[in-house]
């Protein structure tokens, strides 16, 4: 059984910075990209961040420059490192991992590509 359980959400004030952590169990797909969603009230779920067994990733053009996505094959550990927060990152952010096939680089933002989710942390970012 598939389980992604996420931690590291908080308040912060604009400007500061959170670290989100996935741990990931019972998931063997190692070759297929994981990656970081996020859904605010009133809007649909969307792709922040993705990083393939390549370590190639893909950010959201509103997170470049700010949002760094790592993982740690060692402990099955996937972070999101979150800088300079603005009051719009304010979200439900989920891990989310995948064996849907195929899996182009053009859909790894698409949260309909992904098949496995956590539970989600909340970010909220003050102005």
């Known amino acids: 059984q598939v389980q992604l359980v996420e931690s590291g959400g908080g308040s912060v004030q604009a400007g500061g910075s959170l670290r989100l952590s996935c741990v990931v169990s019972g998931y063997t797909y190692s070759s297929y990209p994981m990656g970081w969603f996020r859904q605010a009230p009133g809007k649909e779920r969307e792709g922040v961040a993705v990083?393939?067994?390549?370590?190639?990733?893909r950010y959201a053009d509103s997170v470049k420059g700010r949002f760094t996505i790592s993982q740690d094959n060692a402990k099955n550990t996937l972070h999101l490192q979150m800088n300079s927060l603005k009051p719009e990152d304010t979200a439900m952010y989920y891990c989310a991992a995948t064996n849907k096939r195929p899996l182009f680089y053009s859909d790894y933002m698409r949260a309909s590509k992904y098949n496995y989710w956590g539970q989600g942390t909340q970010v909220t970012v003050s102005s």
């Open positions: 990083i393939d067994s390549a370590s190639n990733t």
